[in-house]
């Protein structure tokens, strides 16, 4: 099951916790969900987002002009959000260290140049349970500061099975992605990072 986990400022990264073949068998699934939920462009205030977005369970992560928010529809299609893939959900199960199932799972995709600013997971009901974060493909630079903004912050490589639980007292610290490592990994044809977050929102 992987290397000795690391404590990067309260997040807890399990390297390596996921093996080739269960990586390329949660891929397959993921392509499913993105067949049913068509990967989206998220525009902000502050503008389009580089990272294309889609998401499984009960509630999908929807960002637009009118801000952020959790909807229990596609915003293009229209339909529920398709299942949360039980590949995804073992892992949940396996890390979170709580008895409920995550409700949200949303998906990142990261093509060149992709990347994420410093920000909180801050829109759920209850930040007694953690977020969990799943990597696939390419390398990315993971950063994380603190719960209050600005300040000393630390960045890991976080790789193609890599699993990082934020929670407890890290349950609200800021963190983003600098960049990805362009072709550093063969998971994902064309390359790229695919990136799984479930969360409990409720
Ligand atoms: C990413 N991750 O890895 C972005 N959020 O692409 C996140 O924003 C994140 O890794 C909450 C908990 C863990 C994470
Ligand atoms: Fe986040």
Not at 36 to 54: C, E, L, Y
Not at 64 to 75: I, L, S
Request: proline share 6%; net charge positive; with cysteine.
């Amino acid at each position: 099951m992987g290397e000795p986990e690391i404590d990067l400022r309260g997040v807890r990264v399990r390297p390596g916790f996921i093996e080739a073949g269960a990586q390329a068998a949660m891929l397959a699934d993921l392509r499913e969900v993105a067949r049913a939920a068509p990967v989206m462009r998220p525009v902000t205030r502050r503008g389009p987002m580089s990272v294309r977005m889609t998401s499984a369970g009960r509630l999908g992560w929807v960002a637009d002009r009118r801000g952020y928010r959790y909807e229990a529809t596609h915003p293009e299609t229209g339909a529920p959000w398709p299942p949360i893939p039980e590949s995804v959900l073992a892992v949940w199960r396996a890390v979170a260290g709580v008895q409920v199932d995550p409700d949200s799972c949303l998906v990142n995709l990261y093509r060149e140049g992709a990347k994420m600013g410093m920000h909180q997971d801050r829109d759920e009901g209850d930040f007694g349970f953690p977020v969990v974060s799943i990597s696939l493909g390419d390398e990315a630079l993971f950063r994380v500061g603190s719960v209050e903004k600005g300040g000393k912050t630390t960045s890991l490589w976080l790789r193609s099975g890599d699993v990082a639980v934020m929670g407890g007292a890290a349950r609200l610290v800021h963190h983003g992605i600098d960049r990805v490592k362009e072709g550093s990994s063969v998971l994902i044809p064309g390359g790229g990072r695919i990136n799984v977050t479930l969360r409990v929102v409720r």
